[in-house]
């Protein structure tokens, strides 16, 4: 059985582009009999506030996307990251690193298409008696090696990246003491049984390095979708700062079946300018139909 999740941070109301991810991954369980999971990812408790997350199960519901089942918020599986990060370092996978935000961000330093500074392994080398001078707490990285990690996206059809080459050694707890996404994602997959994930595109690099944590694991990888962002007519990614698009605006103004036709017009599903339910629109879904170039979206 498919066992997809949505997994939303709390740092804002959801948006038209975190309904069109949490759309899509609601039809494809649905239309194939699955079950869905939701999960709040709350790592950072200064940036997601619980109101949001009450936000959040309201205005899936309103939009009639319900879930199955709820993980626990990341915030309560410290523990578990805890012991993941012990096992990593047991294993000498992982190092300090005292490098600073600006230092990686320096314009000598490489950098992936997308901007992300490569890290260049600076802290990985350093001696006992160096790391004992350093006047502040590290961050911790993870080792990578230097080999082609290749999957076959739902959507955007093959992807290969050299962890070595496009990453670099990865961060997976900031100095805070804080667990990164890129840990805690897959833990939490791994830990609710998840068999699918669909996402926005924009996590598509990321993927590589999360199939190196499922290896290092001993866990199956999910299938993934990474599916086309949303953009405005001015060529700006949908955010949770367009207040506009944000469903405490959206509520005031339309039905669920206006909001859901709209985004079922773009997933190639309905002609545009029609309205339909989430279970009317499950009954049409084919992954065939949903574009994989990033939309643009004009209003309902």
Known sequence: MTVGRFAPTPSGRMHLGNVWSALLAWLSVRSSGGELVLRIENLDPLRCPDEYAILIRDDLLWLGLDWDREQPPQQERTAAYDEIFHMLESRGLLYPCYCSRAGLHAASAPHAADGRPIYAGTCRSLTPEQRAAQKKLPAWRLQVPDREYSFTDGVQGPFSENLARDWGDFSIRRPDGIYAYQLAVVADDAAGGITEVVRGRDLLASTP???????????????????????????????????????????????????????????????????????????????????????????L
């Open 209 to 299: 390095c999360q199939l190196y944590l499922y290896e290092l694991l001993n866990a199956a990888p999910p299938a993934f979708y990474h599916v086309p962002l949303l953009s405005a007519p001015d060529g700006r990614r949908l955010s949770k700062r367009d207040l506009d698009r944000d469903m405490g605006a959206l509520r005031a103004r339309y039905r669920p079946e206006e909001v859901l036709g709209a985004l079922g017009a773009l997933a190639g599903l309905i002609p545009k300018g029609e309205s339909a339910s989430a279970k009317e629109l499950a009954a049409l879904f084919s992954w065939d139909q949903v574009p994989k170039e990033d939309l643009v979206f004009s209003g």
